[in-house]
């Protein structure tokens, strides 16, 4: 039974190009979470999506982030036009579809490095 | 909103000894879930303990334990027995009873190191 699976583990990008970074939630999940890691700060809640609907995106930046769970394929964390303050660590984590305490199980991470 | 306090950036302990990691929170829900996690230099994060609100009892799993104080909005981590393995940053976070939404207010982390 596969985990969260996230990809790229690393990636690198130019200031002014696009990141794309794919998680596929836990076999029978269906919420997804984003979040940042700043280096030595803990994570931050960027959004929260089930299937075709984001629930909550209270903590994405306005400008440049967009995400997204298709019915079919993972779930992409966008950034058009990368800057240098983009480079962090981006955490997916998933849940089932169940109400109180879920428990989140994290992927590994995907992490950006912009020059 | 919530906060998560972490207060200690880091903190050191020999091996087989046991170490405390603070912290703190502020909400005013009443209804929520504490949780403790563990993120090696793999940077996985790692769920260790959880604790619902509504319990008094304290949660323990094996070598960890937590002395949650609700009214002082406290929620400690006791790990006995420290193993190098245990060396880690150790993130405490809190998550509002909010139907199916599960997202986590994290605290900055604390680095544990267990010396041999």
């Known amino acids: 039974n596969a985990g969260v699976m996230q990809n790229p583990r690393h990636l690198v990008r130019r200031r002014g190009q696009e990141a794309r970074l794919r998680c596929s939630p836990m076999?029978?999940?269906?919420?997804v979470y984003w979040y940042r890691q700043l280096p030595e700060e803990g994570l931050k809640f960027m959004v929260y999506?089930?299937?075709?609907?984001?629930?909550?995106e209270s903590g994405m930046p306005k400008e440049r982030f967009s995400a997204e769970f298709p019915k079919e394929g993972p779930s992409i964390l966008r950034i058009q036009q990368v800057v240098r303050g983009d480079s962090a660590a981006y955490f997916c984590?998933?849940?089932?579809?169940?109400?109180?305490?879920?428990?989140?199980?994290f992927g590994a991470g995907s992490r950006l490095t912009v020059l | 909103a919530q906060t998560v306090t972490q207060s200690q950036p880091e903190m050191s302990v020999q091996e087989a000894e046991t170490v405390t990691l603070s912290c703190t929170y502020d909400?005013?829900?009443?209804?929520?879930?504490l949780f403790w996690y563990k993120q090696p230099p793999s940077r996985q994060m790692i769920l260790v303990i959880r604790?619902?609100?509504?319990?008094?009892q304290n949660a323990t799993e094996n070598r960890f334990s937590v002395n949650f104080q609700k009214a002082a909005k406290s929620f400690s981590l006791k790990i006995s027995d420290s193993q190098l393995g245990d060396t880690a940053m150790y993130f405490c976070?809190?998550?509002?009873?909010?139907?199916?939404?599960?997202?986590?207010?994290f605290g900055k982390g604390i680095t544990l190191s267990v010396r041999p």
């Open positions: 984590a998933s849940s089932p579809r169940t109400s109180g305490a879920n428990v989140l199980t």
């Open positions: 076999k029978g999940h269906s919420h």
């Open positions: 999506l089930q299937k075709e609907n984001i629930i909550d």
């Open positions: 909400t005013s829900e009443n209804n929520y879930y």
């Open positions: 604790q619902e609100a509504y319990k008094q």
């Open positions: 976070a809190f998550m509002k009873r909010d139907g199916a939404n599960s997202k986590l207010t």
